[in-house]
């Protein structure tokens, strides 16, 4: 039965060190971990947020307390006074095994049932039923000690940015649905029949619009919503860090946040990042990488080897086919990859075959030669290959051919799989990059002749590509930049487009017609009117900076209450269907296939 707590106030937390001092009388509090009943003596191990401390209850103590304490079980909360005393036996593995607290008065606060799985750090527990009782799984101390290092990450966040002169304000959770790339939430009014919010896929114009209010430099720490598939590093619901600064080019924008960065890693997890990182052009990286978010933790480049003789004159028919279509032959060299065995390299083309890439032709230049397409390679032929790839006897040599950007992606998706396949990835390791210049557009789909934009519709192009934005669209960059850590996009920013009449460009090739623009952005084109300063900013994601920096497997790790991959919440059950009387407020109809859901239980 629980007992008051009435006439005992909490000394400290668990393992808050600079408080127990032996011999001192404390009160702590919190959950019973482990109970060990040695008859003459019992040992409890009591935890709470910081940590653990041993209780121990001794032979001599009255038999009404031994009796309490044998009836008490894991995950019951407790209240236990006494003195604390340095231990026998230490413990190095506890942060407080140094000490114990002899026991002279216990209480149980609140009993528990036997949880559905153990409060264990690493638990092998299956992930559905930890999430449908994440109260419980917040208690294990891994998860726990994620979930407190993302706080101390948000507060060195919020003190380095407000040293470097930032404002921190708000914008609104409920504003205008405009075509930002992915789906709005939305959100019907009560007032307006017919009108909907949405909840923002970021503050991207507000913060534009407080730089032309003149604040200068603004932060927040923004919750942002998008209705789109989920991966392990998404989430319906998200945290990013948003920022914006006036009368500033790229290198301002981008030497203010890499400090930052580097700060805050060096002062909450001890990792060390060099500055200034590294930047490569998108261009660049899609040659070297195949990816615009590079990993630079292991080496393996990708090589372009289209115009080897040794590749052009092979009689490859998928060779000569790319070639003769403007495509490219694109190698990786894996090294000591000639130990794969086939079934692995087999393995490996399936893979690449998911990302559109017709096979994965390969060899091994020995001697002796091997290889898929070793029939159409001599030996002295294949040793001006390896020489010209830097390949050796035992490497393998792996071929992509086909359309150029096609073959890049392939390939490039390839690097880090073979990487982490054969344990290239150091995963103590973080490489930090930028990556510059990319392209304003992208093309559609075949068929699809609409143009794209690479970020976001307020991106500004570079300078010096702003004559062909009308005649050769495809071939602007923008003044775009992202951060990329461990071949993770942490974010990503740009300048910004401050003028009305480009803007009006801008949406004009993205298919905008005139009225169109004005409905859907009118209140910025009007406000541009009025003195517009040239700004830009970025945004990284909070979630994702806390997985990287703390070593989580995926962002649920350090989401309090995260959804899982259908954007459901396994512990509340949402979304979930409301009330008629609700929708008939509203003034919602249900269509018929989400009638017939509700009626059959299914939603």
């Known amino acids: 039965m629980a007992q008051s707590m009435t006439g005992l106030v909490r000394s400290c937390r668990c393992a808050e060190l600079e408080h127990l001092i032996p011999g001192r009388h404390v009160t702590l509090m919190g959950w019973c971990h482990h109970i060990r009943d040695l008859g003459r003596m019992l040992f409890i191990t009591l935890r709470d947020r910081s940590g653990e401390i041993q209780l121990i209850v001794e032979d001599q103590a009255s038999d009404g307390l031994r009796a309490l304490a044998a009836s008490v079980r894991p995950e019951y909360v407790l209240a236990a006074s006494g003195r604390i005393r340095e231990r026998s036996d230490p413990n190095p593995r506890m942060a407080t095994g140094q000490i114990e607290l002899v026991v002279e008065d216990l209480r149980i606060l609140s009993e528990s049932e036997t949880p ?108 942002c919503f998008r209705d789109e598939d989920l991966r392990a590093d998404r989430q319906p619901e998200f945290t990013q860090v948003d920022l914006e600064m006036s009368f500033v080019g790229p290198n301002e924008v981008m030497d203010t946040v890499e400090r930052g960065v580097a700060k805050v890693a060096a002062e909450t997890c001890g990792i060390e990042i060099p500055l200034p990182l590294p930047r490569l052009t998108w261009d660049e990286a899609m040659r070297r990488f195949g990816s615009d978010k590079p990993d630079l933790r292991f080496d393996m480049e990708l090589q372009d080897v289209s115009s080897q003789p040794v590749i052009t004159g092979a009689g490859f028919g998928p060779f000569d086919e790319a070639l003769a279509a403007d495509g490219s032959v694109i190698v990786l060299v894996v090294p000591d990859g000639g130990r794969l065995s086939r079934r692995e390299i087999d393995d490996l083309a399936n893979f690449v075959r998911t990302y559109r890439l017709g096979g994965l032709p390969w060899l091994v230049p020995g001697p002796p030669l091997r290889g898929s397409i070793r029939k159409f390679f001599d030996d002295a032929a294949t040793a001006g290959l390896a020489s010209a790839v830097g390949a050796g006897a035992n490497d393998l040599i792996l071929f992509g051919c086909g359309p150029t950007s096609l073959v890049q992606t392939a390939m490039g998706q390839l690097r880090v799989e073979v990487a982490s396949r054969m344990g290239m990835i ?178």
């Open 116 to 223: 559905p799985f153990y409060i264990e750090p690493d638990s092998e527990a299956n992930e559905a039923l930890r999430l449908s009782h994440r109260y419980l799984d917040l208690r294990r101390p891994d998860q726990a000690r994620r979930i407190m290092q993302r706080d101390r990450i948000v507060l060195a966040i919020r003190r380095y940015f407000a040293d470097e002169g930032f404002v921190d304000i708000e914008t609104p959770m409920l504003g205008r649905s405009t075509p930002e790339g992915a789906r709005d939430y939305l959100v019907p009014s009560r007032v307006r029949p017919g009108s909907f919010y949405a909840l923002p896929q970021s503050p991207q114009l507000y913060k534009q619009l407080l730089m032309l209010a003149g604040f200068d430099r603004y932060i927040q720490i923004a919750r």
């Open 426 to 603: 150091d995963p103590d390791r973080h490489e930090l990059l930028w990556v510059t210049e990319f392209p304003l557009f992208e093309a559609g789909e075949p068929g699809d002749d609409r143009l794209y934009a690479k970020h976001h519709p307020f991106t500004r192009p570079l300078d010096a590509d702003m004559d062909r934005l009308e005649t050769d669209p495809l071939s602007v960059r923008a003044a775009a930049y992202d951060i990329i850590m461990d071949g993770v996009e942490l974010g990503g920013g740009s300048i910004r487009i401050h003028e009305s009449d480009l803007q009006q460009r801008m949406l004009a090739l993205l298919g905008f017609t005139e009225e169109e623009a004005r409905a859907s952005f009118g209140f910025l084109l009007e406000a541009f009117r009025y003195g517009a300063p040239p700004h830009g900013g970025l945004a990284f994601g909070l979630d994702r900076f806390v997985m990287l920096l703390t070593g989580a497997r995926n962002i649920r790790e350090v989401i309090a209450f995260p959804k899982v991959q259908s954007a459901a919440d396994l512990m509340t059950g949402a979304p979930a269907p409301v009330a008629p009387e609700q929708l008939e407020e509203l003034d919602l109809l249900l269509g018929p296939t989400a009638a017939q859901a509700v009626t059959a239980g299914e939603s």
